[in-house]
């Protein structure tokens, strides 16, 4: 029995954050306050807006219900939402390679994915317990722009297939289980 | 219903066995060397002791079965790729006598569909096989019931093998070799699980759903789907999606013209992350949302449960 509305979604939340000290502290309390999992934060520090504001993008996962409460948690506190939800990144995709991916240079495969896809990785985690040189696994987390998913993954694939790596993808068709 | 049961094995038997439970009566058991044929009403009892005494349910040369006086017969002899057979020509020889068929082997239906439509409408008999998906799972009666044409998407974990060992990696965090020959040892994983592990197994499951779903409009076969197994997912994998609050599952997809089996991530907390041997399918339907069905999805009385609700939807001779 699944009702959508209490199925939990990954959502991106885009900020602009005026540049002073506790303002990325501030800007996450709303989203934590109102029930919201943080999956990722990505504080592009180095790319201010033409207003010298500092872009800050938020990946969590909550209801929908709960999502629509952050928001307005958000904007009651004065945040500069850019984005919200499905708009832009409305796919946050998460995979799972593994293989010798340290032997077939993992960044190599990284940048590799990042222009084949036009999707940013925008977290990494490594788990190689049997030693670099053997068998190791990768969890990438890709931002990519609505619509683009299915050429993110077949590009994936693609690379996946030419270092001999085993992909674990997300669920395609209609997305959340 | 006077019911010919072709296969003796766990889903033959417990056909042979509950049949009477479901007021109906087996007048033909046979298994790849021999039968036993009564148009009364053969002794279910004596015939599966002499399977376990001899090795055969009889000695009436196999054939005799199909040529027997029944109403149904039941396909439960081993799956088989290609052209099916000898499943196909059981199927086949049924229809053309007019009889009913209930498939509990999923070959002629993943492989040759448009075939078995193509007896089933020179006959007067019909052709049903639900247990061929999902065990002892309404899948294929529920998609009936929908009607194909507002479906738009099926998908689940339909390999109950592929399932057990990846809960198990990821419960305990060990590896694909050990918790494989621990499945052997617990008659989950058979002695040789290629069928089950590769995606092969699931892959049929799906092509049927695919089959069912495009009614006359096209004829899937295994070649049709891209399928990859869990043989190579180390537990490192594992590991890396649980601390990201997601599982692997070995997933059948059918959407868009497109079956594909594979690992998956799912969210560990999501009806379709499934553990031990359980079964699910989700069904995206046009005007009610997704629908769950879960259950057993394997094992001789709950797919002989499934045959058995197939007989029941027969129209009486």
């Known amino acids: ?91 946050a995709l998460t995979i799972v390679l593994s293989g010798h991916l340290v032997n077939t240079d993992l960044s190599h495969t990284l940048s590799h994915i990042q222009e084949a896809t036009e999707a940013t990785v925008t977290d990494l985690s490594l788990s190689a317990p049997e030693g670099t040189e053997d068998v190791s696994s990768a969890r990438l987390r890709l931002a990519t722009e609505a619509g683009n998913a299915d050429n993110a993954l077949a590009a994936v694939r693609e690379i996946a297939a030419e270092k001999e790596l085993t992909v674990v993808e997300p669920l395609t068709a209609g997305g959340d289980a | 219903m006077k019911l010919a049961v072709l296969g003796a094995g766990a889903v033959g038997r417990s056909v042979a066995e509950l049949a009477g439970d479901y007021g109906h009566t087996v007048t033909a058991l046979a298994d790849s060397s021999g039968a036993v044929v009564d148009g009364d009403g053969i002794d279910v009892d004596a015939a599966l002791a002499a399977k376990e005494a001899d090795g055969t349910v009889g000695s009436a040369r196999p054939e005799t079965a199909l040529e027997a006086e029944y109403d149904a017969l039941v396909e439960a002899t081993p799956t088989t790729l290609g052209d099916a057979e000898p499943g196909f020509g059981h199927v086949e020889a049924a229809l053309e006598r007019d009889r009913h068929v209930v498939l509990a082997n999923k070959g002629p239906v993943a492989e040759r569909y448009a075939d078995v439509r193509a007896l089933e409408r020179e006959s007067a008999g019909d052709v049903l096989f639900e247990a061929t998906v999902g065990g002892a799972m309404p899948v294929l009666s529920t998609i009936d019931d929908f009607d194909p044409e507002h479906i738009t998407a099926a998908r689940g974990v ?53 089959n069912v779903l495009a009614g006359e409009r096209r004829e899937y076969t295994l070649d049709d789907a891209t399928v990859e197994g869990i043989s190579s997912i180390p537990g490192s994998a594992l590991e890396l999606a649980q601390e990201d609050g997601r599982t692997i599952r070995l997933i059948g997809e059918v959407a868009d013209g497109d079956v594909r089996v594979g690992p998956r991530l799912v969210p560990e907390n999501a009806a379709l992350s499934v553990s031990g041997t359980r079964n699910i399918v989700q069904l995206e339907t046009e005007h009610a949302g997704r629908l769950n069905i879960s259950g057993r999805g394997a094992g001789g009385p709950e797919t002989a449960s499934a045959v058995l609700a197939d007989v029941g939807r027969l129209p009486e001779a």
């Open chain 1, 1 to 91: 029995m699944s009702d959508s509305q209490d199925e939990v979604r990954a959502y991106t939340v885009r900020l602009e954050l005026v540049d002073e000290p506790g303002e990325l502290l501030r800007a996450l309390h709303p989203i934590a306050d109102n029930g919201g999992n943080l999956l990722s934060i990505f504080h592009e520090r180095g790319n201010m807006t033409p207003r010298g504001h500092i872009p800050v993008e938020v990946d969590l996962e909550a209801t929908p219900e709960r999502f629509e409460d952050i928001v307005e948690a958000l904007q009651a506190e004065n945040f500069n939402i850019i984005q919200a939800g499905a708009e832009r990144y409305s796919e």
């Open chain 2, 158 to 210: 339909l390999n109950g093998t592929a399932n057990f060992i990846l809960s198990r990696m990821a419960a305990e965090g060990l590896g694909y070799e050990h918790v494989l020959a621990e499945a052997q040892d617990l008659g989950v994983a058979e002695a040789d699980p290629t069928f089950d592990v590769e995606g092969t197994d699931a892959a049929l499951k799906c092509v049927i759903v695919a």
